[in-house]
Structures are given as C-alpha cells and as structure tokens.
C-alpha cells in the first residue's frame, strides 16, 4: 500500500471506500446459485433464472445510470443507487420464502448496483481528468483486493448465515453511499482548480442540453459501438471458467477446490503482474485503445491452450494469459470513453457498459448448451471465436479513432 502515498489523501480515501464496497459485493454473489439450489431447494434452472435477471437488471441499470447522470446529478444518483440497493439486500432474507418476489429483489440488486458503474467512472474521469488512466487502473486493482477478501470470507460467512452475508453486504453499502454523501457534498462547495471540474457547474450546464439529445448521441456509434460489441464478445468468451472449466474439473473427479484455486491465482496475478502491464503499455500499448486491442489477444491465447491442451495445467497457464488481458482491458474502457466523449462521458458509459453486459446474459447459456452436447471442446471453440470477434472490433475501434474527425466540445 506504500505505492498509495503519491495520491492526494481525497483519492485515497476513494480507493478506501471502493474497497470496502467491492469486499461487500462480492460476499454474496459466488452463493447466489448454491442459496437457490441448497438453501431454497430450487432447481439449477431456477438459479440460472436468478442470474439471468440480475445480468438484465445489471444491463438496465447500466443504460438508466449513464442517461440520469446530469438530469438528475450525481450526488443524487450515487447516494440514491447505492441506498435502493442496501435496501435490497436487506429485503432479500424476508422476502426469499416468497419466489416470485424473492426474483424481483434480485433484479433490483442488479439494477441498482450497476446504475452506479456510469456515475462512477464518469465522475473520476471528470475529477481527475490528468490522470484518470492511471487512477482507473488503481481502482480495478483495489477492487480485485476485495474481491478476493469478500469471496474468501464468504464461505465462512454463509456456514454461519446465508441472511449474514446479505446483510453486512448491505452494510458495505450503506456505508459508500454515506462516503459519497459526505464527499460530493464537500467537493460542491470548493473551487475549481485547473485540475478538476466543477461538479455543480458542469452537471446545470449539460442538463439544459440533455432534452431530446440522446437520439443525437447514439448516431454517433464511432465512440462507443465497437468497443461495446468487442467488450461483449470478451465476456461472453470469458464464460468459459463458469460454463466450461468449472464442470470439466468436477466431472474429472477433481476437488472443487482446484477450480477456486485458478480465481486465487486471478487475484495474486492482478498484483504480481503490475510491472509487467507497465512495460507492455509503455513498449507497446500506450493508448487506451491499443491496450483493448492488446487485452482481447491476450485472451484468445488463453482460450487457444484450452483448446489445444484440455489438462489442468493448461488451465492454469490459460488464467495467467487472460488475466494479462483483464488487466489491459478493464481500466482502459472507462479511460477511452471518458478521454474521448469528455462532457458526455456518463451517457457513452452507460450505453457500452449496457452493450458489454449482454456477453454476460447470453454466454452462461450458450456456454451450458455447448458443454452439455460435448464436454469442453466445443465451449473452448466458441471462447475462440468469441476473442476473435473481440479484437476484430478493437482493431475496427482503434482504426476508426485513428482517422475519426467528431470531437465533442463543452
């Protein structure tokens, strides 16, 4: 955490809260499917069903939260999404006796967690616009901290009370939404200095523009179509460790533990492989745009020694290469949409993140049929194909921005 000290103390604060709120989300998400299967007494397509709405949701929340971000403010839509979503959580030990309403809550979750995402970036992109590659890139690191705390400590926690996780992830909640009160607050009443913008300034002066202009937008698709179609292609071929790793491993006869074992190699690897992103960015991926590009090849490299060699230790040299890709590509996503779209950064954000989402929605059922007809190897072609179809469309990307003239103005 030493590396911390060359940020100013507002951005470690944020890092902080990111944290504590990843921790908290990622308590409950790894049991959603073995509380509706063990715990409700449900079927696995019921839990299939669950995720399906909570990824709809994910994709809704996502589209309102970028298109809410200056009618209503960002103070209001961070402290208002992450309090309905406390809210939900809360509701979910009550209401999980009753399916149908138990469904709806889920939704919700999905809904209100994800409305936050566009708020989030577009806002640390618009606040430290000098250096918002670099603080994105912190972000996600921090956010993988806790990830890997909160699924550690999940199982633990759901031995104890399923209705325990829920709730203290509503806590976590509760208390970033408190964060960010307090925070914006104080961030409305000081100046703008020539590194930031004013929130207050900035969000009256783009609402009086925002009536009737999302249309306008959309035709714009040079910013936001090709890296929405190429981030959704990345996450349906990354359904490979659900839809086709995981299964391959248990009908092996192998512990579950060595599935679980490749997630705490991600989370390590995040860290240990930091210099090693430096030096690709710095050689050879210094634009937002190439390190996509650089992160779907990446990825299909990965998918390719599954395909060639379906053994576990083919697996394991698989999540080294993708995890290489995710660290190229999550942060630089954010920082090309708020780098290029400027003053429309939320709404662009929001539209590709909706965009991106649905490689999530569709690829557990693709990935499902895929494996229940024949094993891995058909799963391993279509992650392949998938991360072909992802760096088509960074290359289009990165082409396209090479020669586009449309620049966005204040």
Known sequence: MKGLQRYPKEIQALLLASLINSTGSALMWPLTTIYVFGELGRSMQDAGLVILLQSLGGIAGQLMGGAMYYR??????????????????????FVSSHWHLYMFTMLIVGFSNAMTLPAIQ??????????????????????????????????????????LTFILNGCTCVLFAVYFFVYLNRVQREETSSDEVSLTELTEKKKSKSEGQAWTLLMNTRVYLYIGLGALFLWLGNCI??????????????????????????????FALQPLISWIKKVCARRPESQMTAGSLFYLAGYLVILMFPQYGAMVAAM????????LFQPAMPAFISERTRI??????????????????????????LYDRGGLEPVAICAVVAA???????????????????????
Not at 72 to 80: D, H, P
Not at 135 to 155: E, H, M, P, R
Not at 356 to 365: D, K, S, T
Request: proline share 5%; charged share 10%.
């Open 320 to 327: 080294f290469l993708a995890t290489i890709g995710e660290i």
């Open 388 to 410: 072909i179809l992802s760096f088509l469309f960074f290359v289009f990307n990165d082409r396209f921005q090479r020669t586009a003239t449309v620049k966005f103005t204040e």
């Open 72 to 93: 209503i403010g960002v103070k209001k839509l961070l402290v208002g999404s992450l309090a309905l979503n406390a809210l939900s959580l809360f509701a979910l030990p």
């Open 344 to 369: 429309h950064a939320p709404f662009y954000l929001g539209v590709s993140g909706g965009i991106a989402q649905a490689g999530r929605v569709i690829g557990p059922y693709i990935m499902g049929i």
């Open 122 to 163: 577009a806002f640390i992109g618009f606040r430290f616009a000098s250096r918002r590659g670099e603080i994105f890139n912190t972000i996600y690191v921090g956010n993988n901290i806790g990830i890997a705390l909160g699924t550690a400590l999940s199982g633990p926690l759901a031995q104890l009370s399923f209705p």
């Open 241 to 270: 460790w659900n839809g086709g790793i995981s299964p391959a491993i248990l009908s092996e006869g192998k512990p579950p533990a060595q599935y679980s074992l490749l997630w705490t190699m991600n989370g390590i690897l995040i």
